[in-house]
């Protein structure tokens, strides 16, 4: 009985853990959520234009660069990878 509890109390501890993991790497579940509420088409990238679809706190120009600094490969859309990196 005396296991049992062990396990029990260590699978709490690892399940409250899980949160935190995902908010360190790169926001988790969140950021995929995120993703896919901007991706309008749900062809699985984010444009540009769906990118600024939203407001931005600091700015659309500030978005726009944001954006770029993202798109790994240039191709003008994000991808879920690039939108969400791990850390």
């Known amino acids: 009985m005396k296991v ?3 396990a029990v ?3 709490s501890i690892a399940l409250a853990a899980v949160p935190a993991l995902a908010q360190r790497q790169g926001g988790g ?8 509420e ?3 088409d749900k062809d699985g990238k984010v444009t540009l234009t769906e990118f ?3 407001q931005h706190p600091r700015g659309s120009d500030f ?3 944001m954006f770029t ?3 790994a490969n240039g191709d003008g859309a ?6 969400c990196p791990s850390n």
């Open 52 to 54: 600024l679809s939203v």
């Open 78 to 83: 994000l991808t879920a990878a690039e939108f």
């Open 9 to 11: 109390f260590a699978l």
């Open 63 to 65: 978005a726009k660069q």
């Open 4 to 6: 049992l509890k062990t």
């Open 69 to 71: 600094s993202k798109d």
């Open 38 to 40: 901007l991706d309008a």
């Open 29 to 36: 579940m969140r950021c995929f959520q995120r993703f896919a």
